[in-house]
């Protein structure tokens, strides 16, 4: 065991990161992924633009920086898997045992979202090759977009893409995730970034980029309503990794004397930065070719390889491009599970390998449903409601089992899951704990202090209570 200078409780039969560095490499590594370069867009086209990014900007800001510092901290402070931490932490602060239950909440988010994550993975996985042997070169717009069509209208192309990709995900979690995590993360994540910036090149000089520019971030306010504002925070969890234990775990792993401040703000903007990038690239594309920015989840797939095909050595950048987003992709999909591994070690004894098979089973099966949304299954709408008192609360309206399970946890678990945490790290710990373990100077604590107890969770009820229509 590594903890060398001991925390308040280290019962840990988990090893620890080396250094402060790798937390933020291993942070960054979950935060970039799908959900920048795919997610983002795609939300980004389907909500109007710049008055949605702005939202989104705002949210990282005043809700994700503060609560993934507060995230953090919980995982160091508890150093086990979330369910336990939360259990340690409530006995530790004397509060109810009913804490433990945010641990569960994180646990069963991480499962529904790795359960489509790896679906899209698979995507990108597929493209890999595709890129490699020139499918899209010199292809038309329309072209591209029917070699996509073609590849989620087979439900046994995106079943075999979706296995190989959880395989990768369980292979890697059963060894520990501290091995392969390092390198890819130090070495690959800056050639991924580097790639982003080859593409918005190439949309300076080959696009309408001042269409795209403008469109991503010229705010026009009468294009957003309630849902969007609610889309855009869930994206500020969803893209930072918080509100389901992803980063409390990875906080668990981290040193005793690393400032958690400063770490997370580096975190959140090469996030962000990802995310723009990303935007930067595709939106010049879609007005150049007269494509449709609401298009949904088939948004990159159908315009970054139009770009690959017309660019000089556009298949080397192309493979390399959707080789590096697999693996950004795996980077998060392995703390998606981790609390969920971390637990069944802990808890039922057993080894990583079993822990890691066992969950990433129950994972692969219940993605079938994602895989069959987009073709036999397209026209199955689910729709979901709660019932308060005497109004009924529509959470899903129609929608595919793919955008339900989406909507569901990035719009409703993670918001809440993020919560619960600040509700938690301002109310039910002791000033003298939070203190000790964030180790900000006064003003810097007392900032965060007063925006996880009453900014936070007041911006965050106010989004939900906008969105199922009891405010407006
Ligand atoms: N943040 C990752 C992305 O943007 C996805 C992710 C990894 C995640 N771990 C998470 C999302 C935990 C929510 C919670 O692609």
Avoid at 11 to 29: C, E
Avoid at 112 to 139: E, K, N, P, R
Avoid at 238 to 261: H, K, Q, R, V
Avoid at 271 to 293: K, R, S
Wanted: hydrophobic share 55%; charged share 10%.
């Amino acid at each position: 065991m590594a903890n060398e200078t001991g925390t308040t409780m280290h019962s840990s039969v988990h090893s620890m990161w080396s250094s402060r560095l790798t937390f933020i490499l291993a942070a960054t590594g979950s935060a970039v992924g799908l959900g920048n370069i795919w997610k983002f867009p795609y939300i980004t086209g389907e909500n109007g633009g710049g008055a949605f990014v702005l939202v989104y900007l705002v949210c990282i800001a005043l809700i994700g920086i503060p609560i993934m510092m507060a995230e953090v901290m919980l995982g160091r402070r508890g150093r086990k898997s979330p369910i336990n931490t939360m259990r340690a932490l409530a006995a530790a602060e004397n509060r109810s045992s009913a804490w433990t239950m945010l641990g569960w909440l994180g646990v069963a988010a991480g499962f529904l979202i790795l359960s489509y994550y790896s679906v899209i993975a698979g995507w990108a996985l597929s493209y890999v090759f595709h890129t490699a042997v020139g499918t899209f070169d010199g292809q038309t717009a329309d072209g591209v977009a029917s070699i996509f069509q073609g590849l989620t209208d087979d439900p046994e192309k995106l079943i075999a893409w979706h296995s190989i990709f959880i395989f990768i995900t369980m292979a890697i979690v059963a060894q520990g995730v501290k091995k392969g995590l390092e390198r890819t993360v130090t070495y690959l994540m800056p050639i991924l970034a580097g790639i982003l910036v080859v593409l918005v090149v190439y949309a300076l000089n080959n696009a309408d980029f001042r269409e795209g520019a403008e469109f991503l971030f010229f705010p026009d306010f009468s294009k957003i309503s309630a849902g969007a504002v609610l889309t855009a925070m869930g994206h500020a969890f969803f893209t930072l990794s918080l509100g389901m234990g992803a980063i409390m775990i990875y906080g668990s792993y981290m040193p005793d004397n690393a400032p958690i401040g400063s770490t997370c703000i580096v975190i959140a903007v090469a996030d962000t930065a990802v995310a723009l990038l990303a935007g930067l690239a595709i939106f010049p594309l879609v007005f150049t070719y007269g494509l449709e920015p609401g298009q949904g989840a088939g948004l990159i797939f159908s315009t970054l390889p139009i770009a690959f095909g017309q660019m000089p050595w556009g298949s080397f950048f192309g493979t390399l491009f959707f080789l590096l987003l697999t693996l950004a992709a795996l980077t998060s999909a392995i703390s998606l599970i981790e609390p969920a591994v971390a637990w069944l070690v802990e808890n039922k004894g057993l080894s990583r390998v079993r822990a890691s098979i066992y969950s990433g089973l129950g994972i692969w099966v219940l993605g079938l449903g994602s895989v069959l949304s987009f073709n036999v299954w397209s026209d199955k709408t689910l729709s979901l409601t709660v019932k308060i008192g005497e109004s009924v609360i529509p959470l899903v309206d129609k929608a595919t089992f793919f955008d339900s399970i989406d909507y569901l946890t990035s719009n409703i678990m993670l918001p809440l899951g993020g919560l619960l945490m600040a509700l938690f790290a301002g109310y039910s710990m002791s000033i003298a704990s939070t203190k000790q373990e964030l180790g900000l100077k006064d003003n810097a604590y007392n900032i965060w202090r007063v925006l996880v107890r009453y900014v936070t969770p007041i911006l965050v009820l106010i989004v939900f209570l906008h969105a199922i229509g009891i405010l407006d």
